[in-house]
């Protein structure tokens, strides 16, 4: 099964390896910048502005590396996921699914029952929630069968494409985040805990 645990702390760790990076490059660039200086020149403010051309390319290098591990991930992971979603149902799945798809009327409990013994495979979760719906639709009840792990990893694999493009983003927009370690920070802080909550 798709180990979304293990997927989601590899985002936040490459995550935050980018968010000290660019703090870092900050630091780095604020030092020389200041070594520059010429006398009676203004200390700029430590405000985490990225004011030189190499630590912008730094900051910029560093953001799109990170979003190609990202999306190189994250591609990984689309695969692993529809893999599993295209395994067959075993053969008692099958023969439990055809006997109940026999009957002109159903009852919850035995769509439930076949959720319990059958339901971690994708292709036996999907055919019993159609039966569910044929029973709905004909007045018959309703069971509870639950949205397949699968599902909800697929959704959460997806939306680390807009994550990975917003990174990219970050790094090549005019003015944007790569020359300001603060905001870029803040951004990225959010992409940590959106990886961690929706884990």
Same mark, same amino acid.
């Given at each position: 099964?798709? *180990?979304?645990?293990?997927?989601?702390?590899?985002?936040?760790?490459?995550?935050?390896?980018?968010?000290?990076?660019?703090?870092?490059?900050?630091?780095? *660039?604020?030092?020389?910048?200041? %070594?520059?200086?010429?006398? =009676?020149?203004?200390?700029? &403010? /430590? *405000?985490?502005?990225?004011?030189?051309?190499?630590?912008?390319?730094?900051?910029?290098?560093?953001?799109?590396?990170?979003?190609?591990?990202?999306?190189?991930?994250?591609?990984?992971?689309?695969?692993?996921?529809?893999?599993?979603?295209?395994? &067959? &149902?075993?053969?008692?799945? %099958?023969?439990?699914?055809?006997?109940? %798809?026999?009957?002109?009327?159903?009852? &919850?409990?035995?769509?439930?029952?076949?959720?319990?013994?059958? =339901? *971690?495979?994708?292709?036996?979760?999907?055919?019993?929630?159609?039966?569910?719906?044929?029973?709905?639709?004909?007045?018959?009840?309703?069971?509870?069968?639950?949205?397949?792990?699968?599902?909800?990893?697929?959704?959460?694999?997806?939306?680390?494409?807009?994550?990975?493009?917003?990174?990219?983003? /970050?790094?090549?927009?005019? =003015? =944007?985040? %790569?020359?300001?370690?603060?905001? /870029?920070?803040?951004?990225?802080?959010?992409?940590?805990?959106?990886?961690?909550?929706?884990?």
């Amino acid at each position: 099964m798709f *180990d979304k645990e293990k997927y989601s702390q590899g985002l936040v760790q490459t995550l935050r390896g980018l968010a000290d990076t660019v703090d870092r490059i900050g630091a780095e *660039d604020y030092s020389r910048t200041c %070594s520059e200086l010429s006398p =009676g020149q203004q200390v700029p &403010p /430590m *405000d985490g502005s990225i004011r030189t051309d190499e630590g912008r390319k730094r900051a910029v290098a560093a953001t799109i590396d990170a979003h190609d591990r990202i999306e190189m991930a994250r591609a990984s992971a689309h695969d692993e996921v529809m893999r599993e979603m295209a395994q &067959p &149902p075993s053969a008692e799945a %099958s023969a439990y699914i055809a006997t109940l %798809s026999a009957r002109d009327h159903l009852k &919850p409990r035995d769509i439930e029952a076949g959720v319990r013994a059958y =339901g *971690d495979n994708y292709a036996a979760s999907r055919a019993l929630a159609d039966l569910n719906r044929r029973m709905v639709d004909a007045g018959d009840g309703r069971a509870y069968v639950p949205t397949h792990p699968l599902e909800d990893a697929l959704e959460y694999v997806d939306a680390e494409a807009d994550e990975a493009q917003r990174l990219r983003w /970050m790094a090549v927009a005019p =003015g =944007g985040a %790569s020359t300001d370690t603060h905001g /870029m920070l803040t951004q990225l802080s959010f992409s940590v805990y959106a990886s961690q909550a929706f884990n």
